[in-house]
């Protein structure tokens, strides 16, 4: 490893664990998302939109028109991950897996999690879960991502993190980054996140606990991206599982 890159993945690394994460814990509770501003800068993240258009270093391309998912396209990165990507799940995982652990208990499910990510995708793999499922997406004007979950295998992390790779403006019009929630007898409610270049967003993957007036009960989420209206919009996904 280069000199410039050990610095930029040094200064990455002090980034995540400057951010506050009681604060991002209490978002994920209140709203099932939450926003971490900053955590790439703009080189960051122009070098990693830029990987998408290489030929190697992936191990399969979506589009997802062809399977009903909206219209655009991703490509999953294959082993090794680049060293930023693989930095964000292993830097990023301790943080999350507690509030993990802690909804589970809430919800009564009885995975808990190893407090590492390497521990963590060992679980995966023993389970045939061994594709890593970290990703880039590029969408261009009319492109849209259905509302979806991101369910690869038996082993499912409960939060991921998508960061807006492009600059809202300037590169793409539209594109807002959408969560719904599906509560028990009562209608869906939708949440907006407004991002900017290198800003990141956790959320739910799946599910998450509520506190109501009868005890916890459990809501359904699903996340996609509106219409880009114009331009072109690159995200990185930081799932945390691998898939099958």
């Given amino acids: ?4 890159l050990r610095s930029s993945l040094e200064a990455l690394a002090q980034r995540i664990a400057w951010i506050d994460w009681l604060g991002v814990a209490r978002d994920l509770d209140a709203h099932g998302c939450a926003q971490l501003p900053g955590l790439l800068d703009p080189e960051e993240c122009r070098a990693l939109a830029a990987l998408y258009d290489q030929r190697d270093g992936f191990r399969s391309r979506v589009v997802m028109a062809r399977h009903g998912f909206g219209r655009g396209e991703y490509r ?13 799940r292993s830097c990023v995982y301790p943080h ?5 652990d802690r909804w589970n208990a809430a919800m009564g499910i009885a995975t808990r999690h190893p ?9 995966c793999h023993e389970a045939g879960q061994t594709r890593p499922t970290p990703l880039l997406l590029r969408y261009d004007a009319g492109d849209y991502n259905c509302l979806h979950q991101d369910l690869y295998g038996e082993h499912v992390f409960p939060l991921q993190m998508a960061v807006l790779l ?4 300037r590169d793409f019009e539209g594109g807002e980054f959408v969560l719904t929630e599906q509560r028990p007898r009562m209608q869906s409610r939708a949440e907006v996140v407004p991002l900017r270049q290198g800003d990141a967003v956790v959320f739910a993957v799946h599910h998450r606990p509520v506190q109501g007036t009868r005890g916890v009960y459990r809501v359904n989420l699903r996340h996609g991206v509106s219409r880009i209206r114009s331009g ?8 945390f599982h691998d898939a099958l």
């Avoid at 407090?115 to 679980?123: K, P, Q, V």
């Avoid at 492009?166 to 403006?169: A, I, K, Y």
């Avoid at 072109?232 to 799932?239: A, E, F, I, K, Q």
Wanted: hydrophobic fraction near 50%; avoid cysteine; charge should be positive.
């Fill in 166 to 169: 492009s600059q809202p403006g």
């Fill in 115 to 123: 407090d590492t990510h390497a521990g963590f995708i060992a679980r």
């Fill in 232 to 239: 072109r919009r690159h995200t990185l996904g930081v799932v």
């Fill in 1 to 4: 490893m280069n000199a410039v």
């Fill in 76 to 88: 999953y990165f294959d082993h090794p991950l680049p060293a930023p990507v693989a930095l964000l």
């Fill in 96 to 100: 999350l897996a507690p509030i993990a």
